[in-house]
């Protein structure tokens, strides 16, 4: 059964600072893995997509790779802003690529 | 484009009473899909539909909860009788076809509180 851990769980730093959120997996046999953004009382938003046959991805001040051999992703964000304060999920489509399996989150918080 | 609709936003139900969320997925979207998100935790999916048909139901707790998809549109859930751990956002999403990322979208989802 595939089970996603995400690290930290909560995370606060000062505006401007570069940070890396972390996410690993069970079973390296994923299909895509995701990243998702979460606003308080807000659905999600997805931020980034990573095939399985990619290594990483990039939009903007973010960066996701993929290490499917040691089971981890990581979420770089660059100078980083108050309003990068969310809480961001990491999800795994699962073998059939139907559905998703989520990690816990790792709640940021940006001061300025 | 239109999101994803739900409503209520809020509900505060004592236990042992029924409540229904409802949700109204993007058109065209071919695929819906109820989560249930814990407070502190990952969404876990309870039930996906294609069109009007049970894709995976595997994880929904069919002795309380159920879900229907009339005419391949909108959705409700249901759960009765609502127990104490049930309380925590129920999340809609839609895609225009099963699995990938064909237009994932999520919905602001419906909070229950159960007392």
């Known amino acids: 059964k595939q089970e996603v851990t995400q690290i930290p769980a909560a995370l606060s730093v000062p505006e401007g600072e570069n940070l890396v959120l972390n996410c690993s997996f069970t079973?390296?046999?994923?299909?895509?893995l995701q990243w998702f953004r979460q606003d308080p009382g807000k659905g999600l938003t997805s931020l980034l997509l990573?095939?399985?046959?990619?290594r990483e991805q990039t939009s903007g001040r973010l960066n996701a790779s993929l290490d499917k051999s040691s089971g981890r992703s990581t979420l770089y964000i660059a100078a980083s802003q108050p309003g990068d304060s969310a809480t961001y999920l990491c999800?795994?489509?699962?073998?059939?690529?139907?559905?998703?399996?989520f990690g816990k989150g790792t709640t940021l918080s940006v001061s300025s | 484009e239109a999101g994803v609709a739900q409503s209520p936003r809020y509900k505060i139900i004592e236990k042992r009473q029924s409540v229904a969320f409802w949700c109204n997925p993007i058109?065209?979207?071919?695929?819906l899909y109820w989560y249930q998100q814990i407070l502190g935790q990952g969404p876990k999916l309870l039930i996906q539909?294609?069109?009007?048909?049970?894709?995976?139901d595997s994880q929904l707790p069919k002795d309380r909860f159920s879900a229907e998809r009339l005419k391949g549109v909108d959705s409700t859930l249901k759960i009765q009788p609502a127990k104490l751990e049930d309380s925590a956002v129920y999340l809609c999403?839609?895609?225009?076809?099963?699995?990938?990322?064909?237009?994932?979208?999520f919905g602001s989802g419906t909070r229950l509180t159960v007392v």
């Open positions: 999800a795994l489509w699962n073998q059939a690529g139907t559905a998703l399996i």
């Open positions: 079973d390296s046999a994923i299909y895509n």
């Open positions: 999403a839609s895609s225009t076809h099963r699995g990938k990322n064909y237009g994932y979208t």
């Open positions: 058109s065209g979207h071919a695929t």
């Open positions: 539909f294609q069109n009007n048909g049970v894709v995976d």
């Open positions: 990573i095939q399985s046959s990619q």
